[in-house]
């Protein structure tokens, strides 16, 4: 049964993250993720010691707190003239900086396992039941992640053109009235959402592969946007099965495992994508320098 539990779990991720990598991927800020789950660290600080508990939640509230003012700081400093990129550097590492400061000065009092934090021990998710009346209805994660990915999908779903418009288009989806930053900040904050459900059972880090590897691999397989989300689905959900059962014939990190799989799709589909892929295009352009030699002799 706790094999069913992990895999549930890495699906989940798998999809909260795929379907929002893609925006990600066509907004070309495939590494906000990365920023919000090194930044959240101050968060998860802060929020145990002004609890005092290692409790989920209040370890969520503060890290979410973090991850949305991750976002506003990007984003003010980009329409301050700061590229977009540089943004995303400068703040994430003052912010996961002062993470790690806090921890140094609190050293006595903060009995954080940083490791866990960051890496995270997707295989010890069942262990941590969420409770109602004295009966245990199932991993914390496994529900925290479901609404999670619920929430996701209904605003996804309700603003779907929106989301589309201002990923293909910005400067005409504001000419049609479509409030660009704010459904930015929506997105980012789904993000957000996404890493921090995340973290406590895959690691706040090798999440952000998941938020990257299946839409990148959807993208080089697809120019349609509805088939990139369906895709990058089906691709995170088989690297999130795939790789814990490559985790358990090799007894290595479950999640570290999935994301591999992840990777080795992702390669697959770079060397042999019908359309994008390096093997094929060489053949085309083989093929082609073939004729036209042919055509000139």
């Not at 990365?34 to 370890?59: K, Q």
Request: proline share 2%; charged share 10%; with cysteine.
């Amino acid at each position: 049964m706790s094999g069913l539990w992990i895999i549930l779990t890495g699906v989940l991720v798998a999809s909260c993250c795929g379907i929002l990598g893609c925006f990600l991927i066509l907004r070309k800020m495939s590494m906000i993720g990365d920023a919000i789950s090194h930044s959240v660290l101050p968060g998860i600080v802060i929020a145990f010691l002004v609890s005092g508990s290692r409790d989920s939640f209040f370890m969520l509230l503060g890290a979410a707190a973090f991850g949305f003012l991750t976002v506003f700081l990007i984003q003010m400093f980009h329409q301050s003239g700061v590229q977009s990129d540089a943004s995303i550097g400068v703040v994430f590492t003052a912010l996961f900086a002062v993470g790690i400061i806090l921890v140094s000065l609190n050293t006595g009092q903060v009995d954080l396992d940083l490791d866990c934090v960051l890496y995270g021990e997707i295989a010890y998710v069942q262990w941590n039941t969420l409770t109602i009346g004295g009966v245990g209805i199932g991993p914390k994660a496994v529900w925290l992640l479901g609404l999670a990915l619920l929430a996701i999908a209904l605003v996804v779903g309700l603003f779907y053109k929106q989301f589309k418009l201002c990923a293909f288009d910005p400067a005409l989806a504001a000419a049609l009235g479509i409030p660009v930053a704010i459904f930015h900040y929506v997105l980012m904050g789904l993000v957000s959402m996404a890493t921090v459900s995340s973290f406590e059972s895959v690691g706040a880090i090798l999440v952000v592969g998941l938020l990257i590897i299946p839409p990148s691999t959807a993208y080089l397989l697809t120019d349609r946007l509805s088939a990139m989300i369906g895709l990058s689905l089906a691709i995170g959900i088989v690297s999130a099965v795939g790789g814990y059962f490559a985790a358990v014939f090799l007894d290595a990190s479950i999640a570290g495992c999935m994301v591999c799989a992840a990777g080795l799709l992702f390669l697959l589909t770079f060397l042999f994508s019908p359309s994008h892929g390096l093997v094929v295009r060489r053949r085309r352009q083989r093929l082609a320098a073939a004729a036209a030699t042919s055509a000139v002799t």
